[in-house]
């Protein structure tokens, strides 16, 4: 029922938008794949929540690379954690994070398995054609507190030109 509740929500607010609050007590999963301890609208000070389609589809690991080799800038920037949030299950984005390379404090890449966080925040699409079902749009936020400061969505799933790290590493 709740999973509904969201998506009715979701509908009638449209996508999250700078000044909006993240969803609160929705846990995502980052290194124990059977319980979410994430909490992104929990996390205090700015961070950057990072949207992608799917680990390992050739767009995100083009896209994700840029915001591990510049997690260091980021962070100079004020910016104490980076999360990288793909509709997939734990044990693929652990492995995806390893292939990648993503060794630093400061990124965490984040399973939302059930889409609960991205059908809550709204940037959701129908991917089944290709990825067989529901994932997320493209998106880049940057986060202070829990509210959306600024926020870089794509137009297209695989394009990857206004959410890349140094586009938003510029803007912010």
């Known amino acids: 029922m709740s999973h509904l509740t969201d998506k009715l929500k979701a509908a009638v607010k449209g996508p999250i938008k700078e000044g909006d609050s993240l969803p609160k007590n929705i846990l995502l999963k980052e ?3 059977e319980q979410g301890t994430v909490d992104l609208a929990g996390q205090t000070g700015r961070i950057l929540v990072v ?3 799917g680990a390992f589809t050739p767009p995100c690991s083009s896209h994700v690379p840029g915001y591990v080799q510049h997690a260091d800038a980021f962070n100079q920037k004020g910016v104490e954690g980076v999360y990288v949030v793909a509709v997939n299950d734990a044990f693929t984005t652990q492995a995806w994070k390893e292939k990648l390379g993503a060794s630093s404090p400061h990124v965490h890449i ?4 059930t889409g609960a966080f991205t059908h809550a925040v709204g ?5 089944t054609g290709l990825l067989g079902g529901q994932r ?3 998106y880049a936020l940057l986060v ?3 509210i959306v400061k600024k926020a870089f969505v794509e137009k297209h799933a695989p ?3 206004v959410t890349s790290a140094d586009n938003v ?4």
Do not use: H, T
């Open 136 to 138: 997320s749009q493209r």
């Open 169 to 172: 590493l510029k803007a912010i």
């Open 51 to 53: 949207g992608v389609p």
């Open 110 to 113: 984040l399973a939302d398995d």
């Open 159 to 161: 394009d990857v030109s």
């Open 123 to 127: 940037l959701n699409f129908d991917a």
């Open 144 to 146: 202070e507190g829990g």
């Open 31 to 33: 290194s124990n794949p």
